[in-house]
T-cell receptor
């Protein structure tokens, strides 16, 4: 079983849609959860960081963690064409981040 | 806004040559990392570095790889004898705390011919 699983997509939505991106993980020792956005041939850009179960909101983005199910989500409200990118979940217990494969999101005008 | 900077942005080298990739982490960060991403694949951990020592490394980080903090600002990754399969984007990252938010640089693209 992979440590972190993420649907690679692509996920295509119209502008203004609510987007739901998800990851599952296998190791209950993981305690810190991050979402990154990566544009083509660029470095990962940190969007959200959380360490507890529940929701964390930042503007149009909401990160949700369910440690009992080992399931994390990122919701994007009012999606924009500029949100088109690959979204990576990343999970850690200490220093080493384990990344998902990334979900490619396409938001069409 | 402080950022992690990496040089070069792209390096082309011949198989068997030595390569040094350079990074300037965010100034008040204490934990430094190298990750790599082969084209079309996921981002993979290589090594973490703290207090002038490697604190963790992956199976990828074999004897061909080394890291160094030669002065107070730079953090380098050296590949001693490059192989074709070393072709990838190499990302440097830094964080204030061991499980804190990791900030990545824009990456150095290495092409081994």
């Amino acid at each position: 079983q992979k440590e972190v699983e993420q649907d690679p997509g692509p996920l295509s939505v119209p502008e203004g849609a609510i987007v739901s991106l998800n990851c599952t993980y296998s190791n209950s020792a993981f305690q810190y959860f991050m979402w990154y956005r990566q544009y083509s041939r660029k470095g990962p850009e940190l969007l959200m960081y959380t360490y507890s179960s529940g929701n964390k909101e930042d503007g149009r983005f909401t990160a949700q963690v369910d440690k009992s199910s080992k399931y994390i989500s990122l919701f994007i409200r009012d999606s924009q064409p500029s949100d088109s990118a690959t979204y990576l979940c990343a999970i850690t217990s200490f220093q080493k981040l384990v990344f998902g494969t990334g979900t490619r999101l396409l938001v069409s005008p | 806004e402080p950022e992690v900077t990496q040089t070069p942005s792209h390096q082309v080298t011949q198989m068997g040559q030595e390569v040094i990739l350079r990074c300037v982490p965010i100034s008040n960060h204490l934990y430094f990392y190298w990750y790599r991403q082969i084209l079309g694949q996921k981002v993979e951990f290589l090594v973490s570095f703290y207090n002038n020592e490697i604190s963790e490394k992956s199976e990828i980080f074999d004897d061909q790889f080394s890291v160094e903090r030669p002065d107070g600002s730079n953090f380098t990754l050296k590949i001693r004898s490059t192989k074709l399969e070393d072709s990838a984007m190499y990302f440097c990252a830094s964080s204030e705390m061991p499980s804190g938010e990791l900030f990545f640089g824009e990456g150095s693209r290495l092409t081994v011919l």
